[in-house]
């Protein structure tokens, strides 16, 4: 699966007739699982119904843009956005540092550390699609990793 990007689809597909959530998070170290509960918690008791079975890649997938953003961003906020539909669920992770770009910290002995970087592959592996996108018109002033999850699923 390879990501779709800002220029050839700039905001994440949004499922028709669908419910919408919104949490804004402050960055610290528990961004991740709040959010991860956050949006188990949605598909589990959504009207929508049916998408209970992505809990799992969804918390995954979550955990790590969230990550992402707590780690590589100097962002007070972390907003996350999800909607949900009968057949996916999409979720977009936004946050105020829109140059920050994801690096790997070097350990005591001037490595890189083994886990680093294989965020977004995952989620690459897992969703049916993701992307990023550039929000703020004129000017940006935000950007915004995105996922899609369906029932049918994009895995292995």
Request: net charge neutral.
């Amino acid at each position: 699966m390879t990501p779709v990007h800002a220029t050839a689809h700039p905001s994440p597909p949004g499922p028709p007739g669908g419910e919408i959530y919104r949490l804004a998070l402050p960055n610290t170290s528990g961004a991740a699982k709040v959010s991860r509960d956050f949006l188990a918690s949605l598909l589990a008791v959504s009207r929508c119904g049916g998408l209970a079975g992505l809990v799992d890649d969804a918390r995954l997938c979550v955990t790590e843009v969230v990550a992402n953003a707590h780690r590589h961003t100097a962002t007070a906020l972390i907003q996350v956005h999800v909607a949900v539909g009968d057949e996916q669920v999409t979720v977009s992770v936004a946050d105020d540092d829109h140059w920050a770009l994801p690096r790997c910290p070097e350990q005591r002995d001037g490595s890189r550390e083994p886990e680093c970087g294989r965020g977004l592959l995952l989620v690459e592996r897992v969703a049916d699609a993701w992307g990023t996108r550039v929000l703020g018109g004129g000017v940006p002033y935000r950007k915004a990793v995105w996922f899609t999850l369906g029932r049918g699923g994009a895995g292995p």
